[in-house]
Each structure stands twice: as structure tokens, then as C-alpha cells.
């Protein structure tokens, strides 16, 4: 699904003595999904996997000339096509979300969110109605989320040639993002929160960039930041997602009862044989 990209890239990057290289390429995407899914750290991937050297050196190449945003890309729209919809949306919904950074990160790429208490970075997202990504940024924890809003517009007027006209935020981001939307025709709409309404309530639409975290955070390694450089964590996010859809187009998400049934079905048990009659204790004479 994604092979051709990769072999792409493999021609336009040939080593000079001809090399081809000891890894198969399928391995070393194998590798990176899952580091993603499991967190592990370089050096403990599994030993039938490539060695860490030569996975890292894939995913800072990819990571570094924008690979990993056309694989990504890729898969999004057939996702999107899949469910009948075009490649790119009209609609955009916009969010943030603080989180702990690792002991090695350095200090000059976090910050304090002060209203959620969160040292670390913040990770912004934009995402359609199906909770597809559109856009990712990677920030300092302290800064303000007109920010990462006005990055993440941008992104999305480049991702999407300009077919989105809406985006959708919460409270959190002020008339700021409003205005920077107008320079590439996008109308943001703060939707705010019904004083009436008690506990949690999804407000329609605007909770798809909630479930998206949601699905983002069962990959360990977004967790946590754990990444040196932001672009690194905009990657792992970009990684996370090629995972997803890529089970979503082979069908491989299934539900667990469902795939329980079917294989259930394919694989019938086989017949009991009867047993020897139980043997009765003798009780107390009545």
C-alpha cells in the first residue's frame, strides 16, 4: 500500500558503490510502527527487527525531507475516498493537548502550561470530520493556543490546496485565530460551551478531534514526549496515523467479537468425546 512511495525514494536515494542496502524496507516501516504502538526505547526493538541504527537513520531521513506527510497523505485519501467522501475536506476542527516530557528532552523545547499544570509540550492537531489528521505541530507547553492555531491554519490551507472553509475550536483559542483564518479564507468558529450542560457533553462535531486523541494516545510513545526535536514528535504522530488507517484500509480493525466469531466459524471445535460415567460419593444412610 505504501511500497511504492518507499521504492520511490529508494531510487532517488541510491548509495554511491551501488549498495542496496542488508534491510528490507518493509522491516524497517515494521520497526517504527512498533516503537510507535509499544514505546519501547531504541535499543530495546526486538532483535528479528533491523537494527536501531539503521531504523533510526530511515525515520530522521524520512522524518527530515517530509516522507513520512506523503505517506501519510496517501492513505488519507484513500480513507477519505473509501468513505465516499473527496480527498480533502471542507471543514477543519482544531485542538490542543499538553503533555509530560521525558528527562532527556531539553529544557529549550518545553515550557509550563500554567491552566493545565503540565511541564512539557504541547501538541496541536488539526482533523476532519472523520477524525482524519490534516495538520500537526509540536510546541513549547507555554505557549498560548492562538499559536499553535495560526500554524496549524497555515498547514492546512498548504495540505488542502485551500478546499477548507470552516474550522471549529474550543474556548480556548480567542479572536486572535479568528482573524489570522480570514487571510486564508477560513471562518473559525468558537463554539462554546452550553452553561446548562452538566459533566461531559460532546458538542457535535468538535468531539471527532477528542476521539482522535483518544486513538493517538493507545501509541505509548505519544504518551509521553520522549522526542529530542518537535519535529521528531509531529512524526510519531504522522507514524501513529499511517498505522491506523493503514488497518482501517485492510480491514484489520475489525471488532473483537467479530473477528472472535468468524474464526470461531472457520475453525469449529472439534467434537466432545463422552466420558466415563461420574462416579456417585456414597452419602450417609437416611
Known amino acids: 500500500m505504501i511500497e511504492p512511495v518507499i521504492t520511490a525514494w529508494k531510487d532517488r536515494h541510491r548509495s554511491v558503490s551501488g549498495h542496496q542496502g542488508a534491510y528490507d524496507m518493509r522491516e524497517i516501516v515494521n520497526a517504527i510502527l512498533y516503537q510507535g504502538r509499544t514505546g519501547c ?13 539503521a531504523t ?11 516522507t513520512d506527510q506523503v505517506i501519510h497523505e496517501l492513505l488519507r485519501c484513500q480513507v477519505r475516498e473509501r468513505a465516499r467522501r473527496l480527498e480533502d475536506p471542507t471543514l ?23 491552566a493545565k499544570r503540565v511541564p512539557g509540550r504541547k501538541r496541536g492537531l488539526a482533523v476532519d470530520v472523520l477524525g482524519l489528521v490534516i495538520a500537526v505541530v509540536v510546541l513549547a507547553a507555554n505557549t498560548h493556543d492562538n499559536a499553535a492555531g495560526s500554524i496549524l491554519l497555515d498547514q492546512v490551507a498548504e495540505h488542502t490546496g485551500g ?16 482573524m489570522h483564518g480570514a487571510g486564508p479564507g477560513i471562518d473559525v468558529e468558537i463554539v ?19 476521539q482522535t486523541y483518544g486513538i ?10 520522549y522526542e529530542h526535536r518537535p519535529s521528531s514528535s509531529a512524526s510519531r504522530v504522522y507514524w ?47
Not at 477548507?164 to 485565530?177: T, Y
Not at 493517538?216 to 514526549?225: E, P
Open 92 to 114: 477543519v476542527v482544531l485542538d490542543t493537548q499538553s503533555v509530560h516530557a521525558a528527562a532527556g528532552v531539553p529544557a529549550s523545547t518545553t515550557g509550563h502550561d500554567p
Open 163 to 178: 478546499t477548507v472553509r470552516k474550522a471549529l475550536v474550543d474556548q480556548g483559542f480567542k479572536n486572535q485565530v479568528v
Open 240 to 286: 501513529a496515523m499511517t498505522h491506523v488507517m493503514t488497518r482501517r484500509l485492510t480491514g484489520a480493525n475489525a471488532p473483537t467479537g467479530a473477528r472472535r466469531r468468524r474464526w470461531q466459524r472457520e475453525h469449529p471445535a472439534p467434537a466432545r468425546r463422552p466420558g466415563p460415567p461420574a462416579r456417585r460419593r456414597p452419602g450417609p444412610d437416611r
Open 41 to 53: 526505547q531504541w535499543a530495546y526493538l526486538p532483535h528479528d527487527l533491523p537494527q536501531r541504527s
Open 216 to 225: 493517538l494516545i493507545l501509541h505509548r510513545r505519544l504518551v509521553r514526549d
Open 192 to 210: 462554546g460551551r452550553n452553561p446548562q450542560d452538566k459533566g461531559f457533553v460532546p458538542q457535535p462535531k468538535r468531539w471527532r478531534v477528542e
Open 56 to 66: 533510526y537513520y530511515y525515520f530522521a531521513a524520512w522524518r527530515d525531507d517530509g
